[in-house]
């Protein structure tokens, strides 16, 4: 355990959380000091939404001592939390859509003071101060959810700044900006730094900010592998000591030059959300599609699965047209979709393995009426045999397996089904690094074996490991298409984000 | 290994407890007064009662294994029951003899269960194809029910039926009552489909998770559809038993049933969430109920204050519940997209 540290604002001394046997952290030693930015880097499940977690006060560490401003708070809830001065901007910003700028931006402060009325002339002095502050110009009368993504961000930074913030933790700051915002986001990262406002980035994509950051600090598997000055980090020793080795990508197998065409889609139109879109996938392709948050992406992903209805276009499957916004449908038609949020919309969770996996072939197990449970059993428990989903005990709960195995328990429900077009939308979200490349590898052979393959991700290594063609999305449209072979990392991130 | 684990969950499982439970009440009330509630005539007359509130009680444990409830229930055994009624008063009456009336009970059992199908898939339209609220939908349903039942009444109880109608309620069958048999062949069907039929199977991941299922492609229509049928038509035997041993049919019988069935359904370990449930532990809780309900007929407490009773019970489940329950829901607090 480290010694306190008298300059520090916040200071996190021997942190050990547990959850239910899961050690989400052990024994972490974390500082921050007034003006002072950091990145906090880990992968998904690395402990890093713990440690924030814990300093918003919504979590209570196991083990171990906080201190702000060198005094010792034993218990933090998130009120102490937020007048104590530190405030936690949220990845979806948490403000409320139907309010303006204004009262979004003076509800937390006015909370904080004890006002049971609101004023709304205060209201709208406290936010154009607040706005001043970081120099930017919005609307303050303009309803929140009418904004584009940076603006809003930017109110969620001024309404931290009107309660008097003095920490700023932002988690994955960057996903849905463009270069240019972020740009202007660093620009308003100098200006809270010489004020005195400490920030802390939380992200697993951090090249963007390491260039206003004084330090590193990483974590692995709830430990901190590596601290030091931002000036000794790059992208590639972060990954390094994120991923805790150096795995190597292998390219997508080679296509096989057939003319096959598996899957057209056809001027597929939402309102909103995706416009215009067409596509072909031929047999044994693993198609890319990518785009910033809010890019339409997964609107895409779910009409092709009938999970969102467009109101124009046409998709067909060899050939024939399938029904459009019917997932019924489209799965009886072979085509299989990969949910990007596993635990509300892919898995049951407290339901077993075997009726995890079962559930997509239960008609084959119809019997008279009746199931076939031993045949259900068998069959179920061989295709996460196949998968390797690693459980001393396929009737346990499916909740009390690690992020990839229930990754694995979702493809073979999928796969089970022998289905002809896989959709797999962020098939590596929150998955350790040893089964991601495991994923990665089923990917490939899925494809080898002749299925199409589309995968929705942001993550641009992913894409360029597994896919023949990536597809590009802004705004709802498809404004690139690259051969994965021919692009680099930095290529498709400056064509995501330009 | 696995087998030492099946036996730990064995005794784990809520449905251990509710058995202590229901043997522990009927201990304690046989003690209070060995004489009356031990009696051979107490124990048949418990027998013959409680099938019909424990037959609700499945109709109402099914819709809640999908995290929706019918408080309709009620509201169609009477409809069905009056409507049977009118069709033997009407066209059989006391006098018949006995093969036509046979002809004319089997007519108005079919137009019995006919109307609770009917009105189960009313709300099951109401809550798949509109989108309802399960609690509303069949609560404003369960009026309107009430309501055809009046209008068709008038509000008074129809009688005079052929001697047979009195068979299901009065009779045994093997030296069992015949409700009970009636309550034993349904309980036993319900839990073959709720643990061997591919339907069982979807309802209980449905409850669990509703939006995993539509992203698996279970016809989640079709399925709540049919689970508000199947509650209906259960309903409407357990109008047909009460209508039976009442010998009559009137529009607002058995009004108490209602909250003694959500009561039984949540006591036998059924979460209102949805998704976990088993029959046997509604039995148990209907047996736990019946001897604390004839117990506290004996020591003479009023039936309003059993009402009292029953609510606080209610309440009070739920709440030393709800620590185990909170274990199958997802993570509120979630705040990634």
Known sequence: MALPDPGAFVSMMGVT???????????????VGAGEAICLAGENGSGKSTLLKILAGVEQPTEGVIQIDGLQKDQLNPRLSAAAGIMVIFQDFSLFPNL?????IAFACQLTQHQKWFHKRDARTLATVALERIGVDIPIDERVESLPVAHKQLVAIARALASEARLIIMDEPTTALTEREVRSLLRIIRMLKDDGVAVVFVSHKLAEVLEVSERVVVLRNGCKVAEGPAEEFDTTSLTRHMTGRDVPEHPPNRLIETPETLMQVRNLNKEGSFHDVSFDIRKGEVLGITGLLGSGRTSLAKALFGLVTPDKGQINLNGRPIPLGDPIAAASSQIGYVPEDRLTEGLFLTQSIIRNVA????DHHDKHGFLDLPALVGDASKWSNRFKVKTPYIEAPVQSLSGGNQQRVVLARWLARAPLVLILNGPSVGVDVGSKSDIHDIIRSLASSGLGVVVISDDLPELISTCHRILVMRLGKIIDEVGAG????????????S | MTSNRKTSTW??????????????????????SPERFLSEQNLTSMAFQFPEFAILALAITLVMMTGGIDLSVVGIANLSAVVAALILTEFAGPDLPMQASLLWFGFALGASLLIGAVAGLLNGALVAFLGLPPILATLGAGLVFTGLAIALTGGSAVMGFPEVVAVIGNTQVLGLPTPLLIFILLAMALHLLMTRTAFGIRISMFGTNPLAAL????????????????????????GMVIMSRANSAKADYGSSYLLLSVLIAVLG???????YGRVIGVVFAVLSMQFLSSGLNMLQVSNFARELIWGALLLFVMTTNTTFWNTFRLPLARHKK
């Not at chain 1, 303006?100 to 979004?104: D, I, L, M, R, S």
């Not at chain 1, 021919?486 to 984000?497: F, S």
């Open chain 1, 17 to 31: 959380k547990r959850y239910a046997g899961v050690t989400a952290l052990d024994n972490v030693d974390f500082r």
């Open chain 2, 215 to 238: 992203y698996a492609a279970v016809d989640v229509k079709g399925m709540l559809l049919k689970v508000y049928m199947l509650s209906g038509l259960f309903a409407s035997v357990a």
């Open chain 2, 11 to 32: 005794r784990q499982a809520p449905e251990f407890r509710l058995a202590i439970i229901a043997v522990v009440v009927f201990a304690f009330m046989g003690m209070l």
């Open chain 2, 269 to 275: 370990g059924v979460n209102p969430y949805g998704g």
């Open chain 1, 359 to 362: 559930i997509g072939r239960l």
């Open chain 1, 486 to 497: 021919t692009v680099t990392e930095e290529e498709l991130a400056y064509k995501l984000a």
């Open chain 1, 100 to 104: 303006t700028v204004a009262e979004n």
